[in-house]
């Protein structure tokens, strides 16, 4: 088909999407996500995710990292119950800052070069912990780390579902998670070959440097987001990264004037005043509410003190085994995700999600309350953080209840509240005010998680294991409310798609 007499079918289709598509415009957008080529739309999204692989590296850093520190023989390095929890929970507080400053970064230098400015502070905060000669290094490196976190964490969703097509949208919005649980394993097996000596503990920052370098090299021959530069007036070079992404033989220019329509119809900034529209405060409020339950669940918590969780209750194999295992259980059910999102959608699997992790963190603080410490292997008034250092007890298989609540805790998350909720953060979003919009969702989540893992050990020390995970068990319930009140299923529906069902309120769209 020519471009003059594709130019009918174009104007027709900007209108239509609006309200509900016809067969003809349903039809060409299935033979238009069948033409493209997708290959190069990979390589972006992998360049993008190795961020995310160094956020869940650094993310679970102090998992092995605290045993070590704390059996230290220089008193500048060494951890206590005190400066433990400060080391786990302030990358949390970095991650904040670095997502209150992505609410400018992503809309004054765009979605790439904020994930490639995130390389700066990252390559910093690695360098000083591997380089630590006392307690202020450890915690900067930390923050430093954390912002960068937070960095990403805004920036590489919204970038993915801007340059993603509604066909493998959903799939490769799950690559985030993917990555950062597959830094976190690599971190979990690293863990266990170097920090079997005092000092060795230092090389896993060194290793931590390795994605953040390949990152920017990578990105540096990426495309930025088409709808990014057409918000900036950069129409041609919009228009020529979105043909670099889709491919020179496909119908390319009908997605770009969908989106220049879109785009026409939003004014360049969001005023006070528009906040009160429904069409902006809801999704950033669904959005923000995700994130905040996200957290709320305890994924943070347990990742940050899993080896600690494990030694206290005395499972059968190693902690650090057992971090690995979970690590591989995580990956898989991330996996299982990104296929079956395009397919099952969304809601589906937030349910699903949230049920699995209600009943995994009931039983695991069912198990620490009812079954005697001689069972469980815990010591009366023993705090979590020392008993990272008790002597493993001897073998009984009721230890494995657990693990495996705890490998079922994992599965669910990652199926679900894991990528779904950055997957859509970054769908439902308006373009207008996306930048701030996830910069601001990124700060409530880092912030839920900061107060929680600082908080999470002395609520422990002084109650006991199994209150967290109660507490945790009536979150999910939580989870399972909100899916079912709040959050709309937006599976195979574009980005303008969406935006025009906040706007219009036609619930047609997202069925």
């Not at 016809?22 to 997708?38: G, I």
């Not at 097996?189 to 370098?213: F, H, M, N, Q, S």
């Amino acid at each position: 088909m020519e471009r003059g007499d594709r130019e009918p079918l174009v104007r027709k289709t900007s209108s239509s999407y609006r309200t509900f598509p016809d067969s003809t415009a349903r039809r060409l957008d299935k033979e238009y996500l069948r033409s493209l080529h997708n290959k190069r739309l990979y390589l972006a999204v992998f360049a993008a995710v190795l961020g995310n692989f160094s956020f869940g590296f650094a993310l679970v850093y102090p998992s092995p990292v605290i045993p070590a520190l704390e059996a230290h023989p220089s008193p500048e390095l060494r951890l206590d119950q005190h400066t433990a929890p400060w080391f786990g929970s302030v990358f949390t507080l970095g991650a904040a800052a670095g997502g209150l400053s992505t609410m400018l970064l992503n809309d004054c230098l765009g979605r790439k070069l904020s994930i490639m400015f995130s390389a700066l502070p990252s390559a910093l905060g690695y360098a000083l912990l591997a380089g630590a000669q006392g307690f202020w290094m450890l915690l900067l490196g930390r923050v430093l780390t954390g912002y960068a976190g937070g960095v990403t964490s805004a920036s590489i969703p919204v970038y993915i579902s801007e340059i993603s097509h509604p066909g493998v949208r959903g799939m490769l919005g799950a690559c985030p998670q993917i990555m950062a649980v597959l830094g976190s394993l690599v971190l979990y097996t690293l863990g266990k070959y170097l920090c079997g000596l005092v000092l060795d503990w230092r090389w896993l920052a060194v290793a931590g440097e390795v994605p953040v370098l390949a990152m920017i090299l990578l990105l540096c021959f990426m495309p930025n987001s088409p709808r990014f530069l057409l918000s900036q007036g950069k129409e041609e070079e919009a228009l020529g990264s979105l043909c670099w992404l889709r491919g020179e033989d496909t119908d390319y220019a009908r997605e770009y004037e969908q989106i220049k329509d879109s785009l026409r119809k939003q004014s360049r900034r969001v005023s006070c005043a528009e906040l009160k529209d429904p069409f902006l405060y809801k999704p950033i409020l669904i959005a923000g509410g995700m994130r905040f339950l996200q957290q709320l669940s305890g994924v943070t918590c347990i990742l940050v003190y899993l080896q600690s969780i494990f030694k206290k209750t005395s499972v059968i194999l190693k902690p650090e085994y057992d971090a690995a295992l979970v690590g591989l259980v995580r990956l898989s059910a991330v996996a299982i995700a990104a296929v079956s999102m395009d397919k099952a959608g969304r809601k589906i699997l937030l349910f699903v999600s949230a049920a699995v992790m209600l009943a995994s963190n009931l039983t695991m603080g069912l198990y620490i309350h009812f079954v005697p410490a001689s069972h469980n292997g815990t010591v009366a008034n023993t705090t979590l953080v020392s008993s990272a250092n008790l002597p493993a007890g001897p073998t009984n298989y009721i230890t494995l209840i657990p693990l495996l609540a705890t490998m079922f805790f994992i599965m669910g998350y990652a199926m679900g509240w894991g990528p779904i909720t950055w997957l859509l953060m970054s769908e439902i979003l308006p373009l207008k005010a996306r930048g701030v919009a996830s910069g601001l969702c990124v700060v409530v989540s880092w912030l839920t998680a900061f107060t929680l893992t600082q908080f999470f050990l002395p609520v422990v020390n002084a109650f006991g294991l199994e209150v967290p995970f109660l507490f945790f068990t009536v979150i999910s319930a939580g989870n399972i409310l909100f899916t079912g009140c709040c959050v709309p299923e937006t599976k195979n529906r574009s980005l303008e798609q969406i935006e025009a069902f906040f706007r219009t309120g036609r619930r047609s769209f997202l069925r």
